[in-house]
């Protein structure tokens, strides 16, 4: 018998001998990533196409307003009014853009070969959430600081009229920070539960949109305490019922007061604290078992 013989052949493999980044940098990427990943860069053309379509919604809209301040000489909407008016919008975005972050991974099964590597589960949810929490708050923010742009630099106000317009736009954009929290931790841990993303899309819209007539409902009962705390059975009118609080006349001017919270501020603010804890630690608690299966 011949004995077998085989030869090995140099295709050109080396080790790698450059530098070994940590965590902060698996962190960032996968941050940056997710980012890219909801307004559809590095993806197809057909992928762009509905966040961009909202983001040119929501900056038409902005530059609307801004035009019709310019002619009239008087504010329109404020910069927390326009966050909760394109509210709806939001909903939607992070429905679309929640699935494409985390249920795309789950269907196709790579998880397991992020966790092969030293990335903390709790890291890689985060990641995601802080990506989806930023794309929410820019797509909120980014129209507002074209209506800063439109009332500061269009009209000769001075230094001062600058300086008095950037203390109106801040809590316009610290009020779209709350929505983008609040809307972002609901969406991501409804997407992380199902690897489908039409389910995931129609589970996130159906919380955000069912609740709605829980709020009609105990709005109606003989109770004026039921009544003013009726609003915090809803993501929206929970996000609502806090800016009606927290920032008074940025939110309520020409609205005759906003929704009627009463005396309960304080509440709805401990409620929406507590259910963006709640979402984060499921959403964790879920990536625990992902892993380890």
């Known amino acids: 018998m011949s004995e077998a013989t085989g030869v090995i052949h140099d295709i050109g493999y080396q080790r790698y001998t450059g530098p070994r980044l940590g965590r902060r940098q698996v962190f960032g990427a996968l941050y940056a990533h997710g980012v890219r990943t909801v307004f559809g860069f590095g993806r197809s053309a057909k992928a762009k196409i509905f966040p961009w379509l909202v983001v040119a919604v929501v900056t038409v809209v902005a530059a609307g ?32 853009a929640a699935p494409e972050l985390v249920s795309r991974d789950l269907r196709s099964g790579v998880l397991p070969l992020y966790f092969s590597r030293p990335l903390p589960r709790g890291d890689y949810a985060l990641s995601k959430l802080l ?44 009020y779209a ?28 819209v159906a919380v955000f949109l069912m609740t709605t007539p829980v709020v009609g409902v105990l709005s109606i009962l003989p109770s004026t305490t039921v009544n ?19 920032l008074g006349d940025a939110l309520t001017q020409g609205q005759g007061g906003g929704i009627p919270i009463g005396d309960f501020g304080p ?19 879920r990536y625990r078992k992902v892993a380890a299966r």
């Open 65 to 96: 307003l801004t035009a019709v301040r310019s002619q009239i000489g008087e504010v329109v909407m404020t910069y927390a009014q326009f966050a909760d008016a394109m509210s709806w919008l939001v909903i939607f975005f992070a429905a679309v």
């Open 131 to 174: 990506a989806l929490v930023t794309a929410l708050w820019l797509l909120l923010g980014g129209p507002q600081l074209v209506m800063f742009l439109g009332a500061a630099f269009t009209a000769n106000r001075g230094v001062r009229g600058v300086w008095d317009e950037l203390l109106d736009l801040l809590p316009g954009l610290l």
């Open 267 to 285: 509440v709805y603010a401990a409620v929406a604290v507590l259910l963006v804890a709640g979402c984060v630690s499921l959403l964790l608690l």
């Open 228 to 246: 003013e705390l009726a609003f915090l059975a809803s993501p929206p009118t929970l996000v609502a019922g806090v800016g009606n609080w927290a």
């Open 177 to 204: 920070g709350l929505w983008a929290v609040v809307f972002g931790s609901i969406a991501l841990l409804v997407a992380s539960l199902t690897g489908k993303r039409a389910f995931a899309a129609g589970g996130i």
